[in-house]
């Protein structure tokens, strides 16, 4: 399945279904192992504490900017804009505080990201990191 294949226009405005929601968590949390094992032999171990890059989409400027605003309030480094790669997807990113390497401490970060992506109408589109950082 395609990126935005779960999303299409809806009556009601709405950018992220239900059922979408609940598979692209799945997913997201499914990639978490082979993630961490990525960063393993990076020599990034459990106690590292890195900031972690976020993607988010949404279909609407009044959308991505509440978004923004609520991960701003967490002290994350945020931007949103249109998004290069479809002038009708607004795209919001940014960089996190600093996050144990732990796989629950991830974990339990990309299950918060979904959620709250979920209630502002945002898709959790993934997450990466540097290492050197």
């Known amino acids: 399945?395609?990126?935005?294949?779960?999303?299409?226009?809806?009556?009601?405005?709405?950018?992220?279904?239900?059922?979408?929601?609940?598979?692209?968590?799945?997913?997201?949390?499914?990639?978490?192992?082979?993630?961490?094992?990525?960063?393993?032999e990076l020599n990034v171990d459990e106690d590292r504490e890195l900031?972690?890059?976020?993607?988010?989409?949404?279909?609407?400027?009044?959308?991505?900017?509440?978004?923004?605003?609520e991960l701003s309030s967490l002290?994350?480094?945020?931007?949103?804009?249109?998004?290069?790669?479809?002038?009708?997807?607004?795209?919001i990113t940014g960089w996190t505080t600093k996050v144990k390497m732990k796989d629950a401490v991830v974990a339990a970060w990309i299950s918060q990201m979904c959620n709250l992506g979920y209630k502002f109408d945002c898709e959790f589109d993934g997450w990466g990191t540097m290492p050197d950082q």
């Open 1 to 40: 399945m395609g990126l935005f294949s779960f999303f299409g226009k809806r009556d009601n405005g709405q950018f992220v279904s239900a059922e979408a929601f609940g598979e692209k968590s799945a997913i997201q949390l499914n990639m978490l192992p082979e993630l961490m094992e990525k960063l393993r």
């Open 51 to 69: 900031m972690l890059e976020f993607f988010f989409y949404t279909n609407t400027h009044q959308k991505a900017g509440a978004f923004a605003q």
């Open 75 to 91: 002290n994350y480094q945020v931007k949103y804009g249109v998004s290069e790669g479809d002038k009708k997807l607004f795209i």
